[in-house]
């Protein structure tokens, strides 16, 4: 699919689109960038590089393709960096998990005539670095991609395609709607997770040993998504302000009616909730999801 292409970042996300594209020999050679000198070195452990370097300008020298797979929060100084190298034509996608300020970071400095498709893999897991990347993680997920009216027709297709060889289901979406939906889809339960979990290490000394003894009932999934990159999360939430306050508001009201249900001996009401929440799981398993 290209003869060059370039990974900014590979840690989990970026090596397991590096695996797929080694494994079906997607692209004539992958570059990559990266800050430190130990996460080059496990990429090309791993064969997923045949250039490595810690300048994402030296990564994104003709490429057909960049991926920028970083924390949001380096998009700018990335998209400073590599603009003067970008070849004409180029395409520009990345990975970042908050669409609207992705756009407004990468977009203001690149140059005409280079493509810029936005994207976002509905997959993951709590582990982090190029080690913990595997090929199937994208099988069977969404791939959302947020370009603006009138991008290129054919880079937008070429994005497509590379997901799809992934094994993702590719759909393309407003940037500000995709943010309005992860907040409650992701964002949200990630908050929540973390608060639990914050919760039960503010506990006496006592009490804490008993929440790791018996986390089984119910403690225990919240700790693996408490478990999270908190640089990849912390950004997150600064660039999704808008969306996850807003949904915040709603959480606490419904959390509140739920807190009055219980003090005022409500089980119908209750129960109510439950049954109403219980066919969202169905509907999850259903849509393959689970
Ligand atoms: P990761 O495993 O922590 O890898 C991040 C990569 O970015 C590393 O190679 C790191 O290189 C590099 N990097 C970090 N800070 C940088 C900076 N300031 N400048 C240049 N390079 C930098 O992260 P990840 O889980 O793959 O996430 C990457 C992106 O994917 C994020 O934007 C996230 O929102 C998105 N995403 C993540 C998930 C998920 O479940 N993890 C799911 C969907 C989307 P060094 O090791 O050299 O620092």
Not at 118 to 136: C, I, K, M, R, Y
Not at 226 to 247: C, G, H, K, Q, Y
Request: with cysteine; proline share 4%; charged share 25%.
């Amino acid at each position: 699919m290209f003869n060059r292409m370039a990974f900014i970042g590979i840690g989990l996300i970026g090596s397991s689109l590096a695996r797929v594209v080694r494994r079906d020999g997607l692209a004539g050679e992958i570059a990559v960038a990266a800050r430190r000198q130990e996460t080059l070195d496990a990429a090309t452990r791993l064969g997923l590089a045949d250039q490595v370097t810690t300048d994402p300008a030296d990564a994104a020298r003709d490429a057909d393709i960049v991926v920028i797979c970083t924390p949001l929060g380096a998009y700018a100084a990335v998209a400073e960096a590599i603009a003067p190298a970008l070849k004409p034509g180029a395409i520009v996608t990345d990975v970042g998990s908050v669409k609207g300020a992705a756009i407004a970071a990468l977009k203001p400095h690149l140059p005409a005539g280079v493509h810029l498709v936005p994207g976002h893999p509905l997959a993951g897991t709590e582990h982090s670095g190029p080690d913990s990347g595997f090929a199937e993680l994208f099988e069977g997920r969404w791939h959302l991609l947020t370009p603006e009216a009138g991008t290129d027709a054919a880079a937008v297709a070429k994005v497509t395609e590379l997901w799809q060889r992934a094994g993702s289901k590719v759909e393309v979406m407003d940037p500000t709607h995709h943010d309005q939906v992860l907040a409650i889809t992701s964002h949200l339960p990630h908050l929540i997770a973390y608060t639990i979990v914050d919760t039960a290490t503010q506990l006496s000394t006592d009490l804490q040993e008993e929440v790791i003894e018996y986390s089984a009932t119910g403690f225990r999934d919240f700790t693996r998504i408490a478990a999270s990159d908190p640089v990849m999360w912390r950004d997150i939430f600064l660039t999704n302000r808008e969306a996850v306050l807003e949904i915040l508001g709603r959480f606490t009201e419904d959390l509140t009616a739920m807190q009055r249900m219980i003090r005022k001996g409500d089980g119908d009401g209750l129960e109510e909730v439950f049954t109403r929440t219980r066919a969202v799981r169905r509907s999850v398993i259903d849509a393959k999801q689970a």
